[in-house]
C-alpha cells in the first residue's frame, strides 16, 4: 500500500523560507516521478515542482522557478521542497502526489497517489 505523508507547513512571513517533507512508503520501485501541488482558496489545485526517481530530472513551474527547489533521498524515501523567498501568494494547502512512470506531468489527474497535505501561509 502506498503513503505518502506530508510535513513541514506553518506560518512564515513574506521573504522566509520553509521546508516541506514527503515520506513515501510503498513504492516499490524507481519507475515513478513525485511531485508537489498546491490549492489556494477558492482555486484550482495546480503543479509546484516534480522530480523523477531513477535519474532525479526536476521540473517547476514558472510561478516557483528560482525560489524552490524539489529535491529527494533515497535513503529515506523522502522527497523535499525548498521555498525561499515565500510570496503571500504562495499560501496554500500543498500536497505530495506520485504516480507511476518516470515522467513529471503538471495534470493532478494523471497522479496515483495524495497525501493529506499541509498548510502554508505566508504573511505579508
Known amino acids: 500500500q502506498v503513503q505518502l505523508v506530508e510535513s513541514g507547513g506553518g506560518l512564515v512571513q513574506a521573504g522566509g523560507s520553509l521546508r516541506l517533507s514527503c515520506a513515501a512508503s510503498g513504492l516499490t520501485n524507481s519507475n515513478y516521478a513525485v511531485a508537489w501541488f498546491r490549492q489556494g482558496p477558492g482555486k484550482e489545485r495546480e503543479f509546484v515542482a516534480g522530480i523523477t526517481w531513477i535519474d532525479n530530472t526536476s521540473y517547476y513551474a514558472d510561478s516557483v522557478k528560482g525560489r524552490f527547489t524539489i529535491n529527494r533521498d533515497n535513503a529515506k524515501n523522502t522527497v523535499y521542497l525548498q521555498m525561499n523567498s515565500l510570496k503571500p501568494e504562495d499560501t496554500a494547502v500543498y500536497y505530495c502526489?506520485?504516480?507511476?512512470?518516470?515522467?513529471?506531468?503538471?495534470?493532478?489527474?494523471?497522479?496515483?497517489?495524495w497525501g493529506q497535505g499541509t498548510q502554508v501561509t505566508v504573511s505579508s
Open positions: 502526489a506520485a504516480r507511476l512512470g518516470a515522467v513529471i506531468t503538471t495534470s493532478y489527474q494523471r497522479y496515483n497517489y
